[in-house]
């Protein structure tokens, strides 16, 4: 189903031409916004979808998203850290700054862009040929393991115990301030920031958004940091980073949800990469054997180096 992204024209906003108004309010290019009103892909009540016509305030604006086209990733030979590998599954400990899949703007350097070459063409094609073999995402800056199936019949097994809630993965994460308690759990639905489409935001109007459970407990206190344990209970795309905003803590390093300009980040900038959240622990139920299979991976250097420091200088 197309995405429609809409607004509501604002008084402030009077007076701007609707090529304009589009490229600001959905943060996209003006020749895009061009290109979407001659395809008649704008709709505005009580004005003209046109270029030239300029706003009043209160007009009521709907943008219909085209469908993205798939474009066929291609083998690049790309180092991997494989935690496990077998004919129906391969576990990779993912380092922070990759992307998972191509997409606009990383049509290239992407894991699948290393799978494809590691496993020979050897993945399950229910993601297509975008997304070969990619059963669960983890964010660009956040590192750590992540299972992709090498066939159809490990996707779909996989598939369907994330989706039953029977795949366990926790995550190690510095957040900003001190937890008044030693242990939580937030139970919020996610949906998609009403303003800024490339976010993610906490919904409360009924029906709306996407169940979201983390469970989290202290296992340090650095006095303006705590370094947490998160259990994820679902999966939602960036759902420990808006959970823990919601709670008045963002993660450490986060650019888009207020954890950046720490004064301890300036000082420590070269250990910094985005968001301090790493996939450490992953467990599930081997799609051909039915046997349970539990993986870990260590810290990356930086994120292990940040703790170190925050233990000299903050205990």
């Not at 991997?80 to 997409?103: C, F, R, S, T």
């Not at 450490?252 to 996939?279: C, I, S, W």
């Amino acid at each position: 189903m197309a995405e429609i992204l809409q607004a509501t024209v604002k008084e402030e906003e009077r007076g701007t031409r609707l090529d304009a108004y589009l490229a600001a309010r959905f943060d996209i290019s003006r020749s895009a916004a061009e290109r979407l009103l001659a395809e008649g892909r704008v709709e505005i009540t009580g004005g003209e979808a046109n270029k030239k016509y300029r706003v009043r305030g209160g007009e009521q604006v709907a943008l219909t998203l085209p469908d993205p086209t798939p474009a066929e990733a291609l083998p690049e030979d790309i180092p991997l850290d494989v935690i496990y590998e077998d004919e129906d599954i391969i576990v990779i400990n993912k380092p922070q700054g990759m992307v998972v899949h191509p997409a606009a703007g990383n049509e290239s350097g992407t894991l699948v862009n290393a799978l494809l070459h590691h496993c020979k063409g050897s993945l399950s094609g229910v993601g297509g040929v975008e997304r070969p073999g990619i059963v669960h995402r983890i964010d660009k800056d956040t590192s750590g393991l992540l299972v992709v199936a090498k066939n159809d019949q490990a996707h779909n097994h996989l598939s369907e115990q994330l989706k039953t809630h029977d795949v366990a993965r926790v995550y190690y994460a510095v957040a900003l301030g001190n937890f008044k308690e030693e242990c939580g759990t937030v139970h919020a639905a996610i949906d998609r920031h009403p303003i800024d489409r490339k976010k993610m935001a906490i919904t409360k109007k009924a029906g709306a958004g996407r169940d979201a459970i983390t469970h989290f407990e202290v296992l340090e206190r650095f006095g303006a940091f705590t370094f947490l344990r998160c259990r994820l209970e679902t999966g939602r795309t960036h759902q420990i980073r808006v959970h823990m905003a919601s709670l008045g803590h963002p993660l450490l390093g986060d650019p888009v949800y207020g954890g950046n300009g720490t004064r301890f980040e300036a000082d420590h900038r070269k250990y910094f990469h985005g968001q301090m959240l790493h996939a450490g622990e992953l467990t599930l139920t081997h799609p051909r054997t039915e046997g349970k299979m539990h993986f870990e991976a260590p810290l990356p250097p930086d994120f292990a180096t940040i703790l170190d420091i925050l233990r000299r200088d903050f205990c």
